[in-house]
């Protein structure tokens, strides 16, 4: 069950990204004031002991900085420049609250996009800022407007586009390598463990035929001792045997005159 801190902190993110998504003007203080609070009941968060799971804390920590970077691209004086830094803005992937069918942040993110493109086109176009920002008072411009400029709108929409295409495919392809990654290091310690226990088997193997060998050795000096003794022993009796037979032998058949 969610602590105090944590359902505090879902409604101020709640809060946070309701007011991004809405138009706000220079004299807006309250998101920025909101992000900083955000931060700190994040931090809190992190060292409290009922505490959500890693997975969770790390969802928590993307959108807030999503919202942190939010409000730094938008201090940027260049709608080129902004546009740059919402490319990098990496939105929430699971909604905040349970009535969201997509999360907010990446609301805020589209929204954003568009309105940095719409600079950077009323930028170039030589306009300035208009501030209608909807797509249908867009069209009627772009209709209104003579045809080689509707050309520049028109491949100026195609560069972003393709540049966004470009880092959506080198997004995709670094997760595929870290996916690879994941699953070569996987393979290379199920691999290192299994050599480490073949490994101790073989020294176990190794430590027990040494045992082994070690008795016999001990055994076969042990009968060696004792064949040595008998054999000694032989040839005594036999020596023996052999001076008394002498002496019978010389009694028995004296010495002939």
């Known amino acids: 069950m969610a602590s105090r801190l944590e359902i505090n902190f879902v409604r101020l993110l709640s809060r946070?990204?309701?007011?991004?998504?809405?138009?706000?003007?220079?004299?807006?203080?309250?998101?920025?004031?909101?992000?900083?609070?955000?931060?700190?009941?994040?931090?809190?968060?992190?060292?409290?002991?009922?505490?959500?799971?890693?997975?969770?804390?790390?969802?928590?920590?993307?959108?807030?900085?999503?919202?942190?970077?939010?409000?730094?691209?938008?201090?940027?004086?260049?709608?080129?420049?902004?546009?740059?830094?919402?490319?990098?803005?990496a939105p929430g992937r699971t909604p905040t609250i349970a009535n969201e069918r997509m999360p907010a942040t990446k609301t805020v993110h589209l929204q954003t996009k568009a309105r940095c493109t719409g600079e950077m086109r009323d930028e170039l176009l030589g306009k300035g800022l208009s501030?209608?920002?909807?797509?249908?008072?867009?069209?009627?411009?772009?209709?209104?407007?003579?045809?080689?400029?509707?050309?520049?709108?028109?491949?100026?929409?195609?560069?972003?586009?393709?540049?966004?295409?470009?880092q959506e495919k080198l997004a995709e392809d670094m997760l595929s390598l870290a996916k690879n990654l994941k699953s070569n290091t996987l393979a290379a310690q199920n691999i290192i463990k299994q050599d480490n226990q073949t490994l101790s088997q073989s020294m176990r193997q190794a430590d027990l035929n040494f045992e082994k060998l070690k008795t016999e050795a001990e055994r076969l000096e042990q009968h060696t001792k004792k064949s040595v003794n008998w054999l000694l022993w032989l040839m005594l009796i036999l020596v023996s045997f052999t001076f008394i037979s002498m002496i019978l032998f010389i009694r028995i058949f004296p010495r002939l005159r």
């Open 16 to 89: 946070c990204e309701s007011i991004a998504s809405e138009k706000r003007g220079e004299a807006e203080w309250r998101l920025e004031k909101y992000v900083s609070a955000l931060e700190e009941m994040l931090v809190a968060l992190r060292k409290n002991s009922s505490k959500p799971t890693s997975e969770v804390l790390t969802e928590y920590t993307r959108k807030v900085d999503f919202l942190k970077g939010l409000l730094e691209a938008e201090k940027l004086s260049s709608p080129t420049e902004k546009a740059l830094a919402n490319q990098f803005l």
């Open 131 to 166: 501030g209608k920002g909807s797509l249908d008072g867009d069209l009627r411009n772009r209709r209104c407007l003579p045809l080689d400029e509707r050309q520049s709108a028109a491949e100026l929409d195609a560069v972003l586009q393709h540049h966004h295409n470009l």
